[in-house]
């Protein structure tokens, strides 16, 4: 079973900076891709960032040039930098990790629990 623990929320002005971190219980190489994903409310959670086993990298539009999706390969974890932030980036941000499992027999995704950021003045 692969655990996913988010950090690094919180509150923080407009035009502020946040780095998120998402720990893995497994070596992060071993997973195909890990990417961060928000939820706000009473929208559906969207994909944010992500960045594949090879170390390509893909953002939304809205955070392109803002953000920056990196690996921590000492730590087993991938780190979001969040600069620039606006209002409009308040979400639950969770990770996600996929990866081949022999037992399930395909591709499987692990979430993490969430971490809340909050952009206000």
């Known amino acids: 079973q692969v655990q996913l623990v988010e950090s690094g929320g919180g509150l923080v002005q407009p035009g502020g900076s946040l780095r998120l971190s998402c720990a893995a219980s497994?070596?992060?190489?071993?997973?195909?891709?890990v990417g961060w994903y928000r939820q706000a409310p009473g929208k559906e959670r969207e994909l944010v960032a992500t960045?594949?086993?090879?170390?390509?990298?893909a953002y939304a539009d809205s955070v392109k040039a803002r953000f920056t999706i990196s690996r921590d390969n000492a730590r087993n974890a991938v780190i979001l930098q969040m600069n620039s932030l606006k209002p409009e980036d308040t979400a639950v941000y969770y990770c996600?990790?996929?990866?081949?499992?022999?037992?399930?027999?395909?591709?499987?995704?692990?979430w993490g629990q969430g971490t809340q950021v909050t952009v206000s003045s």
């Open positions: 497994r070596t992060i190489g071993s997973f195909i891709a």
């Open positions: 996600n990790a996929r990866r081949w499992e022999v037992t399930y027999g395909g591709y499987k995704d692990y």
């Open positions: 960045i594949t086993g090879g170390g390509s990298t």
